[in-house]
C-alpha cells in the first residue's frame, strides 16, 4: 500500500462528533492497573457499546445484544426488505446516481482519530424528497489499537485487506409494511427519523451483529444508537408474525397526527437517535492534493448542513431560511412537538463556524466552543466533558428530561452520583473502548473529573455493593452482593441487631443468609475483596416486620400496576400522548381494537424495562418516583427508613424487584 503520510500529530480537543460512526473505538487489550494510570474493563467485551441498562433477562442474556433484538429493529425500519445488501440500500437513497434539482451528494476522506480511530470514506446524500443518506466505509490496518495514519491512507487507495466494514445511516419515513402488531403502518408517514444499518465489507449483506472495538460482536442497533442519543426499549412479548416481539416504541417521538394505534407514540424504530456533527478540528487530514483539510472545507460544510436537516426545530421556533430548507422550501427543519429533541446540539453546530448561520461563517481553526451554561467551569469542560462524554450527550435527553445532555454544569452536576457510578465505580463510561483508554492514560483529562468527583479513584477497585435497604416479613432472609464490583471474595458481618441475636449463616461467600429473631431492625457490612485491594465496607439496613399484611416475596406485576394507576401515582403524566416514556394506562398497546390480558403483558415488558438488572440503583422505576431527574418531582422519599408508612409503595416496589420482578 502507498505511503502518503510523513507524519500526524494528535491534537487533543473534544472527541470527534463524527456522523456515522455507531458510536465507539477499540484496542486489542484494555489498559491495565497501573499501567498509564489504566484500569481494566468491568465486565469484558459486552461493557462497552452497549447501553448501561442492557435489559437483561432472566436467562442471564442481555436483550439488546440479541441477534432478535437486531431482527426486530431492522423490521420495524425496513418492513418491505428494502435494504437488505449495501447495494439496496444505496439505490434506495440514490447514492451514485444523477442529481436531480435541489439535490446534492459529496464524499470526504478523513482520519477519525478521536472517535473509532477508523479511516473513513464518508458519502452524503440529499434527495429533492428531504430524504437524506450517508455511507460510511470504515478502514482499520492492524489490530483494534489506537488510531494510526495509516487507516487514513487505507480509505484513500480503498485497500480491501484493511475495510473493515460500511455503515449505512438513513433519515426517512418508514413505509406502509408490516412493521406495527396491527398490519400496516399508517397510510401517509410523514415524521423521518434516523435508521441505521451495517453491511459487510465483502459481500454487502446486512448484518446483525458487529464488531467494532475487538472486544466482542454486538447487536444492532444498540451498538450505533448508545452514541447517537437513542433510546434501546426492551421488545413486546412475541407475537405473530413477530415471533420474536416487536421493537419498542417511544411514546414522545412524532407529532400527534402521525403516529400510529390510537395515537399510542412514535413509529416502530425511532429510538430518537440523531446524527453528529462534523468536526474538522478533530479529524486528521492528509497532505496529498484532494484530500487536505482546504480541499475538503466546503464537502465538509455540506455534510454539516445535511446533519442541521435532520433536526427538529425547538417547538415555536421559526424557520431560518436558507440553511432550514431541506432541500428546499418545500421540505424544512419540522417543528418539534413538545416533547421531541429540542437540538441543543444545534448551538454547537453552528459553533464549529463563525457566526450562526453555517452556510455563510467561516470555518473555525481550532475546538473553541463552550456551552454558555459552562460559565465558570470551563476548564473542566474544555479538559473532560468534551473530550469523553459530550459527543454521546449532547444528543441525550427529551423536552422534560434535557439535562441528559450536559450542555450547563448544573446538568452535569445534577448526575454527579451516577457519574461516579460509572466513570469511577462501574468503569463502563466513556462507553468506547477507545476514548476509555484515552481518558484514563491522559491525567489532563481524568484529572478535572478526579477533581469534580472529589475523589482520585478509579475503576477496578473492589466495590462491595450488598443490595438496598428493604422491608421483610421473614426472619429467614437471603443476601446477596452479586451487585459487587470487581470483587472475588465477601465477608459479611452483623454491624447491629435490634432485638439481639441475629447470625449469619455462609457469611464468606455472595450469598449468605440472614436469620433474626423477629421483627426489628437489622444492620448488616459487607466487605468484599480482588487479588490486589479490600473495599470500603457497605451497610444494608433491613426491617424485619413479621405482621405485614402484604408479603413481598408474593408481589406480582398486578400489585405493581395497582400502584402505578392508583391516587397519588403516575398516570396524572404517564397517559398516551402525554409525552412519557410508556403510558402506565390501561390502553390498546398492541393495536388489536380491545384492551386485554395481552396489553397488560404488553404493559408489563414495558415496566420491566424501567428495571436495570445489572445496576439496580440505575433503576428508571426505583430513581424517578424518588425526585431524580424526574419531571413530577418526588413521590416517595428514599432517605425514610424501610417500613415507613410515606414510603410503602416504595418498599413494594424494591421487594418486587429484588424478587426478580415476576408477572405473576
Known amino acids: 500500500m502507498a505511503r502518503f503520510f510523513t507524519g500526524w500529530g494528535v491534537v487533543l480537543g473534544m472527541l470527534a462528533l463524527s456522523l456515522a460512526g455507531c458510536g465507539g473505538g477499540g484496542s486489542s487489550a ?56 449495501l447495494a439496496a440500500f444505496k439505490a434506495k437513497n440514490k447514492i451514485g446516481q444523477s442529481l ?167 413509529v416502530r424504530g425511532d429510538t430518537g437517535a440523531q446524527a453528529h456533527a462534523f468536526e474538522p478540528a478533530s479529524f486528521d487530514f492528509s497532505t496529498v492534493a484532494g484530500y487536505r483539510r482546504a480541499d475538503l472545507t466546503e464537502r465538509i460544510r ?15 421556533t421559526a424557520v431560518s431560511a436558507p440553511q432550514d430548507n431541506c432541500p428546499n422550501a418545500s421540505f424544512q427543519r419540522r417543528e418539534g412537538n413538545y416533547m421531541e429533541y429540542d437540538g441543543t446540539a444545534v448551538e454547537a453546530l453552528k459553533n464549529i463556524y463563525a457566526g450562526a448561520d453555517l452556510l455563510a461563517g467561516s470555518e473555525l481553526a481550532t475546538e473553541t466552543f463552550v456551552p454558555g451554561g459552562w460559565a465558570g467551569q470551563t476548564a473542566l469542560y474544555q479538559n473532560s466533558v468534551s473530550k469523553a462524554c459530550r459527543v454521546c450527550h449532547e444528543l441525550r435527553g427529551i423536552y422534560n428530561q434535557n439535562d441528559l445532555d450536559f450542555q450547563s454544569y448544573a446538568k452535569f452536576n445534577g448526575y454527579s452520583d451516577r457519574i461516579r457510578a460509572h466513570v469511577q465505580d462501574r468503569g463502563n463510561m466513556p462507553l468506547a473502548k477507545l476514548i476509555y483508554d484515552k481518558f484514563w492514560s491522559d491525567s489532563s483529562i481524568y484529572g478535572p473529573m478526579q477533581t469534580f468527583l472529589g475523589s482520585t479513584n478509579k475503576p477496578g477497585r473492589p466495590i462491595a455493593d450488598p443490595g438496598p435497604n428493604r422491608l421483610v416479613k421473614a426472619t429467614s432472609i437471603a443476601l446477596s452482593g452479586a451487585m459487587s464490583l470487581y470483587s472475588t471474595g465477601y465477608q459479611w458481618s452483623v454491624f447491629s441487631s435490634s432485638p439481639a441475636g441475629a447470625t449469619l449463616s455462609n457469611a464468606s461467600t455472595s450469598s449468605p443468609t440472614l436469620t433474626v429473631p423477629g421483627s426489628g431492625t437489622y444492620e448488616v457490612d459487607l466487605v468484599t475483596t480482588n487479588a490486589t485491594a479490600t473495599s470500603a465496607s457497605a451497610r444494608v439496613k433491613i426491617v424485619v416486620d413479621t405482621t405485614l399484611t402484604w408479603d413481598p416475596t408474593a408481589l406480582r406485576f398486578a400489585d405493581i400496576k395497582s400502584i402505578l394507576q392508583g391516587s397519588g401515582g403516575c398516570t396524572g403524566c404517564h397517559t398516551p400522548g402525554g409525552g412519557q416514556p410508556i403510558a402506565y394506562t390501561n390502553i390498546d398497546r398492541n393495536g388489536d381494537g380491545s384492551v386485554d390480558a395481552t396489553d397488560d403483558r404488553w404493559f408489563y415488558n414495558e415496566v420491566r424495562g424501567r428495571i436495570n438488572f445489572t445496576d439496580w440503583a440505575a433503576s428508571p422505576l426505583l430513581r424517578k418516583p424518588t425526585g431524580n431527574h424526574h419531571g413530577g418531582g418526588q413521590i416517595y422519599d428514599a432517605s425514610l427508613a424501610p417500613g415507613n408508612a410515606s414510603r410503602v409503595d416504595l418498599d413494594k416496589f424494591i421487594a418486587w424487584i429484588l424478587n426478580g420482578a415476576p408477572y405473576n
Open 30 to 85: 484494555d489498559v491495565v492497573p497501573g499501567e498509564k494510570g489504566g484500569v481494566t474493563a468491568t465486565t469484558g467485551p459486552d461493557s462497552f457499546l452497549l447501553f448501561p441498562n442492557p435489559q437483561k433477562q432472566d436467562d442471564g442474556t442481555l436483550q439488546t445484544n440479541t441477534v432478535d433484538y437486531a431482527l426486530a429493529y431492522y423490521q420495524a425500519v425496513d418492513p418491505n426488505n428494502e435494504r437488505t445488501t
Open 100 to 266: 436531480g434539482t435541489d439535490e446534492r451528494e459529496v464524499s470526504v476522506i478523513f482520519g477519525d482519530q478521536r472517535d473509532l480511530g477508523y479511516g473513513r470514506k464518508m458519502t452524503g446524500r440529499m434527495n429533492n424528497d428531504g430524504t437524506i443518506a450517508f455511507v460510511v466505509e470504515n478502514y482499520l490496518v492492524g489490530g483494534y489499537g489506537p488510531y494510526s495514519s495509516l487507516n487514513l491512507e487505507a480509505a484513500i487507495v480503498g485497500e480491501s485487506k484493511w475495510h473493515l466494514g460500511t455503515n449505512g445511516i438513513e433519515f426517512s419515513v418508514v413505509q406502509p409494511g408490516t412493521a406495527n402488531p396491527s398490519g400496516t403502518l399508517i397510510a401517509t408517514p410523514t415524521v423521518k427519523f434516523l435508521k441505521f444499518f451495517t453491511f459487510d465489507p465483502v459481500t454487502g449483506a446486512r448484518l446483525n451483529m458487529i464488531n467494532l472495538d475487538g472486544r466482542g460482536e454486538k447487536a444492532m442497533p444498540t451498538v450505533c444508537i448508545s452514541c447517537h442519543g437513542g433510546r434501546a426499549e426492551p421488545l413486546t412479548p412475541a407475537t405473530a408474525p413477530a415471533v420474536r416481539g416487536w421493537f419498542g416504541r417511544m411514546m414522545h417521538v412524532g407529532s400527534v397526527a402521525d403516529r400510529t394505534s390510537s395515537a399510542l407514540g412514535g
Open 302 to 316: 455540506e455534510l454539516n448542513k445535511m446533519v442541521l436537516c435532520t433536526y427538529v426545530r425547538p417547538a415555536g
